[in-house]
């Protein structure tokens, strides 16, 4: 008996074991700008929407299972195998697109959390946003990253009140079930360009770098791990573990943001507060499971969400900046062993600030940024794709079949949605 406990427990904790890179990413995909867009779709067309997750979970997968796989495989990170197969400018253009989402992005994510604070506790709100950069900046320095997303992580659970609410918020199961098979919305540019943006918060651009440099992280860091490329006999056990990383991290990620729909569906849609324009009346959406304390509870969901969030959006602008210049990098590293990588890192965080401070609304902020995402998106998922199916790059380990297939249906929805709602834009 205490044999097979002892092999269940290291079966237990080898499976959890398989649970690092994919996970983080999905928590983080759950960023403030997520919560934001859930939450305007399910206000503004109820349970009319809910297809999209069902189709963004198995497309979300594919991208980020290619951008893990370059990176297991080849040991380096997208933007350096990206120049190993095109011209340096064109590498340069898909990092500068990147690092513009990604500062629009942390703009956005730092106004919410610096809005949620001074409703909370007071102060200016500019005061807020220099603080919450200032802050993460820090521990991204100072404290290593492992232990920083142990201690986040944490905070993340209180985005499980919305599932709660599904159980509790009176939500129409029959509309629910039906939004999710059939489109139940009328289209017109608003809805095409919530689409969009729900697309672009769930597929985001930095998700695909962030993957893939913490697989090459994970090589460095455990010794008998070696790219696959070079190793191919550890191809078995590794791809496996992607697979289940990847899925299990973009299940949660996609399963959080549907019950964020539902909440607000139930919550605010159902009595007619269809325009959210505020992280007040979005915390409306947690009333039937917190009462008064609703709002407590969507600041913490905003804060540990954005706190988690903020190193990976600075983190994969500065990873792929510092693969297209040669520069030592990693969040692991000390700030001496790698200063142009930190110096990277805090020009992201301090024009993310800026864009904070700017005097945005926080709620549309976040709701453009997703947009921003979708349309910074597509050229880079492109490359995705190339890379990954790139033999010369990938050696006998090109994503192939199935995978391949989800991979380029993401691309090309991306790009399709893109086109639609600035069609919708440009003729009306």
């Known amino acids: 008996m205490k044999n097979e406990a002892t092999v269940e427990q290291k079966t237990k904790r080898s499976w959890i074991k398989t649970l690092g890179p994919g996970l983080i990413t999905g928590a983080a995909d759950d960023d403030p700008s997520g919560i934001a867009t859930y939450t305007q779709a399910g206000a503004k067309f109820g349970y009319g929407l809910g297809w999209t997750l069902l189709i963004t979970f198995p497309l979300m997968v594919g991208i980020q299972l290619a951008s893990a796989r370059i990176g297991r495989t080849t040991g380096k990170g997208l933007t350096a195998a990206f120049a190993e197969m095109f011209p340096r400018s064109l590498v340069g253009i898909m990092v500068a697109l990147l690092v513009l989402a990604n500062v629009i992005n942390l703009g956005a994510d730092i106004g919410a959390m610096a809005e949620v604070s001074r409703i909370a506790l007071g102060g200016p709100e500019a005061a807020w946003v220099i603080g919450f950069g200032t802050v993460s900046l820090g521990l991204q320095a100072w404290l290593p990253y492992r232990r920083y997303v142990r201690i986040l992580k944490w905070l993340t659970l209180a985005l499980f009140s919305y599932a709660a609410v599904a159980l509790v918020a009176g939500v129409d199961w029959k509309a629910a079930a039906l939004g999710v098979v059939v489109p139940q ?12 943006a729900l697309l672009g918060t769930t597929i985001s651009p930095y998700l695909f770098f962030w993957q893939a440099a913490q697989e090459v992280e994970e090589i460095e860091r455990v010794k008998s791990d070696q790219p696959l490329k070079r190793a191919p006999q550890q191809a078995t056990k590794h791809l496996r573990r992607l697979k289940i990383d990847t899925w299990v991290g973009m299940g949660f990620s996609n399963a959080i943001a549907y019950c964020m729909i539902l909440a607000a569906a139930a919550t605010l849609h159902s009595h007619g507060a269809t325009d959210v324009v505020s992280t007040t009346q979005a915390a409306e959406a947690l009333k039937p499971v917190a009462g008064s304390a609703a709002f407590a509870l969507f600041a913490l969901g905003i804060l540990g969400t954005g706190l988690l969030a903020l190193p990976v959006l600075a983190g994969s602008a500065a990873y792929a900046c510092a693969e297209l210049f040669g520069i030592r990098r990693g969040l692991d590293k000390a700030p001496n062993a790698a200063p142009a990588f930190y110096a990277i890192l805090a020009a992201a965080m301090v024009l993310g600030v800026e864009v904070g401070i700017s005097g945005i609304d926080p709620m549309k902020a976040l709701v453009w940024s997703a947009v921003v995402n979708s349309v910074m998106a597509v050229p880079i998922m492109m490359g995705v794709m190339l890379a990954s199916t ?33 069609g919708s834009a440009v003729w009306g």
Not at 189 to 196: A, F, L, Q, Y
Request: proline share 0%.
């Open 185 to 196: 919305i009328s289209w017109n540019t608003e809805t095409i360009k919530m689409i969009v």
């Open 390 to 422: 790139n033999k010369k790059l990938m050696g006998d380990l090109v994503l192939t079949g199935g995978w391949r297939f989800l991979g380029w249906c993401a691309t090309g929805a991306m790009a399709l949605a893109c086109l639609a709602w600035g």
